[in-house]
């Protein structure tokens, strides 16, 4: 084999041994760095080598936030109820060398400790508090698993109570509790519709017997008013012939002839008694004369 050969090959080699100790650190990564089994840093996004035989990667960590949904853990309520409650945990790394070197398993440490603190806060609470009071429960949690990961290099930004599940006996009476609820709200809205109706017809027939009263009113005042126009006229068109006579200067004969048109008239009424003037007496008795002597000419 040819001397230049045997090089060419030694370097061929040696180009890719050192080309398997270039590292590309990716973004959103970070590499934990060991030289002889000692921490010797953390690699940042970009271009690096690594010293044969001497330096290895430790640990390849990702700094995105990730999430973990730990499954349905045991808890028993202030009042001794016993119920099923999973959470979801959203963390991110934020010190590489801890993380790899502060816990020996991260995600079990955060499961273990979060199904304690959870125990912890449910068994201070009632059932309807815990169902009620997911906000505060959420946030006591997320503030005592941010401050005990700290040791760990990771940051706890949100926890979430994805489900909470209490016995089957405790949903049955739930249950029938929200049917009964929903049932006295019907009936409520029930009668206030039959309320506002009520209402709503008494007020319609106040209006009407008003409006009725009010026509009345008008209509016997339009009446009266009539009557007294028709009476002023009669005592107007009196007083003009009254005035016509009196102009005329009428003799006795005359007037005596008006007072029995008078008398007429009020005999024509309901009276059942009447006092009748002599001068009237003397003036029918004169007009009974002259008819009883006209009688025999018609005849």
Known sequence: MPFFVIWLVLAIILIAFL?????????ARAYVVERLGTYQGTWETGLHFKIPLF??????????????DFPPQPVITKDNVTMQIDTVVYFQVTDSKLFTYGIESPMAAIENLTATTLRNIIGDLELDQTLTSRDI?????RAILDEATDAWGIK???????NIIP???IQESMEKQMKAERERRES???????KQSAILVAEGEK????LRAEASRL???????GEAEALLTVQKALADSLRMLNQSEPNDQVIRLKALEAFAAAADGKATKIIIPSEIQNLAGLATGLIEAVKPVEK
């Open 167 to 169: 016995p089957a006996a």
């Open 19 to 27: 080309a398997s100790n270039i590292v590309v650190v990716p973004q």
């Open 156 to 162: 706890v930004n949100r926890v979430e109570l994805k």
């Open 188 to 194: 409520i809205l029930v009668a206030e519709g039959k």
């Open 219 to 225: 209509a016997k005042i339009k009446e009266a008013e």
């Open 207 to 210: 209006e009407s017997t008003v």
């Open 55 to 68: 330096e290895r990667i430790a640990r390849k960590v990702t700094l995105k936030e990730q999430v973990v």
């Open 137 to 141: 429960i959420n946030t006591k949690m």
